[in-house]
């Protein structure tokens, strides 16, 4: 299992002004955690609680028609094109980084054992979406296009312009080319795929973007490329029976969860700091930034009131950011609580060669880069102590699919316990919204010429 180490937090060492009196306060919250946690299990079964990623881990069917869609269409294309953004993309990019090779696309077919390369198309930059579509063989590229809703203005833009290059290209043919993740019913991407006849997987109901990542959205593109979809599946499992525990003393997501928002509540410590030192793992940095920002950045709480809560979710990569960020985390604002995400035992090992040894550096020699990126993140721990800077340690044992599987779905655990704390709805997004919305009157969706007419003046008035 997974290595939780929050001694760091405690008062006895960063001192009493930054510091929690960590047992007592689970002692004092250990009611409500066992409350919260026992609910959230008892309404993660009923309809439209948005809690239905807690099950996802037990749906042996929608496993077994990925497997089989995977075994179908493997060595029929060279690429994996998947359009999505946040929730629909950022899953998929941080445990496909973390378990596929490194440079997985740069590697001749043999050495990815006859899988595709894979690119995710997360954003609308124009020059971004020229250059891929320009690289690629679409006529061998398999398009997965993730959109639950089906009106993403970003993921449909982009597929609207691959479609019509694939239909110009291969013809009535494109369709083999195409396969839609999306809602089971409704939806402008549901009614396409259906008139179209691409083939389709679902976005469970009551799964939000988020927090979607052992559905289709992540499952299918893993296993095109070869991930093994049933090692997730039981890092899930297992931490998930973990989890369950309603005594906090023995569930790490809810010890987590409870230090950020006590660190937030009653230090002042608002930001919260992802510090992988893996490269491997430095995209589940950001995962985590959109999981803990839409999910606890909220106007109001379940009553009604106005209260602006939620820390900020801060993404950092060790040892890369020791120099760029760690000066401020040391000596700015104490305002930070940083986790370390930190890796036991790499899959390969590199020996620094003894040369240079009549220079400063030549005490590096004959020691390891393993032995120096770990002595990099131990010594930032005991550096940010000194300064009585909070820290929290996460260890994987190894970057597999299990433990990558048991670090997501513990955050997301988490996440939602600390919504429950801060009595806010950690499921919706009202300010993502109305974001959406402005776009969609700017460009011209029917039903939204006031929002349109408004906007505009806005716009006209603010510059």
């Known amino acids: 299992m997974l290595n939780f180490d929050c001694r760091n937090v405690s008062k006895d060492i960063i001192g009493e002004t930054h510091g929690l009196d960590s047992n007592t306060a689970f002692n004092d919250y250990q009611e409500k955690i066992k409350h919260i946690i026992a609910d959230l299990n008892t309404r993660k079964d009923k309809p439209g609680q948005w809690l239905q990623w807690m099950n996802l881990g037990y749906n042996e069917e929608t496993v077994w028609y990925v497997k089989e869609y ?5 060595g029929r294309f060279e690429n994996v094109l998947v359009l999505g953004i946040g929730g629909s993309a950022l899953g998929g990019i941080a445990v496909c980084e973390a378990l596929l090779k490194p440079y997985w696309n740069l590697l001749t077919p043999e050495k990815r054992n006859g899988y595709p390369r894979i690119f995710f198309l997360d954003n609308i930059d124009p020059d971004q979406i020229n250059a891929m579509l320009y690289m690629l063989d679409l006529k061998k590229t398999l398009v997965n296009v993730i959109t639950k809703s089906g009106s993403t203005a970003e993921t449909m833009s982009q597929f609207m312009i691959v479609k019509d290059r694939l239909e110009k290209e291969l013809g009535d043919d494109y369709r083999k080319n195409v396969v839609a993740t999306t809602d089971k019913q409704t939806g402008i991407l549901r009614q396409l795929a259906d008139q179209e006849g691409y083939k389709t997987f679902v976005v469970p109901d009551d799964v939000g973007g988020r927090f979607s990542v052992f559905s289709p959205v992540g499952l299918l593109p893993f296993a095109l490329v070869g ?23 023995n569930n790490i997501a809810a010890q987590n969860a409870l230090i950020h928002y006590l660190m937030d509540t009653q230090k002042g410590k608002n930001l919260s700091v992802m510090m992988p030192y ?20 909220k106007e109001v709480n379940n009553n009604g009131e106005t209260v ?27 305002d930070k609580v940083i986790t370390f995400i930190r890796v036991g035992e790499f899959d390969t090992t590199l020996e620094i060669p003894k040369i240079f040894e009549y220079t400063g550096i030549g005490y590096l020699g004959g020691k390891t880069i393993n032995n120096l990126i770990s002595a990099e993140a131990d010594s930032t721990k005991v550096a940010l102590t000194d300064y009585q800077r909070p820290n929290i340690s ?10 990558v599987a048991q670090l997501l779905y513990m955050l997301e655990v988490q996440t939602a316990i600390a919504g429950e704390l801060y009595n806010i709805n950690t499921f919706n997004q009202p300010g993502v919204e109305q974001a959406k919305n402005y776009t969609y009157a700017l460009m011209g969706r029917a039903g939204y010429e006031e929002s349109a007419n408004v906007l505009k003046e806005k716009m006209t008035t603010n510059v």
């Not at 995977?70 to 493997?74: L, T």
């Not at 599946?233 to 931490?239: C, E, N, T, V």
């Not at 996460?394 to 433990?403: A, E, F, S």
């Open 308 to 334: 602006h809560v939620g820390p900020t979710p801060i993404k950092a990569l060790g040892a890369t950011d020791q120099h760029s960020q760690i000066q401020l985390y040391n000596e700015g604002p104490n």
């Open 394 to 403: 996460i260890t994987l044992p190894k970057v597999n699919g299990y433990y």
């Open 278 to 297: 893996s490269s491997r793992l430095k995209y589940v940095s950001d995962w985590y930034v959109q999981l803990w920002a839409e999910s606890l950045g």
């Open 70 to 74: 995977a075994a179908m269409v493997k």
């Open 227 to 249: 991930i093994d979809i049933d090692e997730l599946i039981q890092g899930f499992k297992d931490m998930d029976l973990e989890l369950k525990n309603t005594s906090i003393f």
